[in-house]
């Protein structure tokens, strides 16, 4: 019997990355071929994203432009937006099969019960009321040095402006035990570097009374031989505990490299936000971090135009990150979510200023992130080469160092894929 070929494309987070890619090994394991996106398959499964408007709109793109590549295929959308629209999602002709959060563990059942009935199906649960952590796992990765490992799911935090507590339901924590067999079968593939990676990582154990949260997961996966690296997903400032940090800064595989979530550097937004913290408190832990680590890469994430933020408001931002001096700062212009308090305030803030504000702060960024860099020039890096790469006739490698700062260098016939090697830093080395 014909295999039937299967097409994934993924959209959104870190998380929802995994969760892709645990979805095609299951579909392989069952005996389907997997074949790129862009070629004519049987089945095309999309993972969704919901974080945005803007995602919403290129998970309906992709689900169409799915249908269009083969009218007769049978096309899936999993994930965050699935399980926002639901059975609405159906009424969309492009749509074949719903499948919500918390079920893509299910998929190659619920396909094949689809197929059976002959008819569209929608699986998305109650998922505030859904218990229990979605068993998935990885034996490889697409990535061939790096793995991701998801170790939490759901969120409690409920910002202002934030859906995801909605569609991912609440904190749910994988088995310490669980992680670190992934890890192992990981490391014994090859893969020298664990990223730990959550919905709400920072929230890890928290629902359960056993006394295992983030420090004693991470301690876990630091025993773990062959692993030469360990770097930490997002994480929320109040888990910056002097405990914490004082014990990972004695691990000597964990990347001195933290996200910490901003989002505002004004203590009346971040009221208004519901991020529980304020600037004061951040930047105490940001201070932390380099009093236990050397030159750490603080990165984080900020929105503009937040409803009612003014430009006294948004000057007060500037001058924060200013402060920190961060490393690198994704910035996101305020996305009204139907749903979400945010969405009903007041003083909503026009496109065009929060075009504005982020150019701002995209300049900022630039700045912060050339005087980081700028501290390597001349010194020695340890970098973990991840792939090679020919310009112009000359073979390259690029990899990361334990900061998280991109490296190129000419490979003149070493084979440096998947090795870690120490080089010193140039800025012809930075692409």
């Known amino acids: 019997m014909k295999k039937k070929k299967v097409a994934f494309h993924n959209l959104g987070c870190k998380v929802n990355a995994y969760e892709t890619e645990a979805m095609q090994q299951m579909m392989e394991d069952a005996g389907y071929e997997?074949?790129?996106f862009e070629e004519t398959a049987d089945i095309y499964v999309i993972n969704t994203c919901s974080v945005t408007n803007i995602a919403?709109?290129?998970?309906?793109?992709?689900?169409?432009?799915?249908?269009?590549?083969?009218?007769?295929a049978v096309v899936v959308a999993v994930g965050c937006?699935?399980?926002?629209?639901?059975?609405?999602?159906l009424k969309d002709s492009a749509v074949d099969v719903v499948v919500g959060n918390n079920r893509k563990k299910d998929l190659v059942q619920i396909l094949q019960e689809a197929e059976s009935a002959g008819r569209e199906t929608c699986r998305v649960p109650d998922i505030a009321h859904t218990p229990g952590y979605e068993n998935?796992?990885?034996?490889r990765t697409a990535e061939h040095t790096r793995a991701y490992i998801k170790v939490q799911d759901g969120c409690n935090q409920f910002c202002s402006y934030c859906r995801i507590p909605y569609v991912r339901g609440r904190v749910r924590s994988r088995e310490l035990q669980d992680v670190v067999r992934e890890v192992e079968n990981l490391a014994r593939n090859g893969y020298q570097e664990i990223v730990l990676t959550g919905i709400h990582l920072s929230s890890y154990g928290t629902e359960r009374d056993d006394g295992i949260g983030l420090l004693q997961l991470v301690q876990a996966v630091h025993e773990v031989e062959g692993v030469r690296r360990i770097r930490l997903g997002s994480l929320e400032p109040r888990i910056i505990t002097e405990e914490f940090v004082r014990t990972i800064s004695a691990m000597p595989k964990i990347c001195p490299?933290?996200?910490?979530?901003?989002?505002s550097g004004c203590d009346e937004t971040l009221r208004r936000m519901n991020r529980r913290y304020d600037t004061g408190e951040y930047y105490e832990k940001c201070m932390l971090l380099r009093e236990y680590f050397t030159h750490p890469a603080l990165t984080t994430d900020v929105i503009v135009g937040f409803p009612g933020e003014t430009e006294e408001e948004f000057a007060q931002t500037v001058k924060f990150l200013e402060k920190v001096r961060f490393y690198e700062t994704h910035i996101f212009k305020y996305s009204r979510r139907d749903g979400t308090k945010a969405a009903r305030m007041g003083d909503q803030v026009p496109e065009e200023t929060k075009a504005a504000r982020s150019a701002v702060l995209q300049e900022l960024n630039e700045k912060n992130k050339a005087a980081f860099e700028a501290y390597y020039l001349g010194r020695p890096v340890e970098v973990l080469f991840e792939e090679e790469k020919e310009r112009q006739g000359i073979r390259y490698c690029t990899g990361y160092t334990r900061e998280y700062v991109k490296v190129t260098v000419p490979s003149d016939g070493r084979e440096l894929v998947n090795k870690?090697?120490?080089?010193?830093f140039r800025y012809s080395?930075?692409?």
């Not at 998935?136 to 034996?139: T, V």
């Open 56 to 72: 919403d709109r290129k998970s309906r793109q992709m689900l169409h432009r799915a249908k269009k590549q083969n009218p007769q």
């Open 257 to 263: 490299h933290f996200h910490l979530s901003l989002q």
């Open 34 to 36: 997997m074949v790129p």
């Open 429 to 431: 080395d930075v692409q």
């Open 420 to 424: 870690i090697s120490d080089c010193i």
């Open 136 to 139: 998935l796992s990885l034996g």
């Open 81 to 89: 937006y699935a399980q926002a629209m639901g059975e609405e999602l």
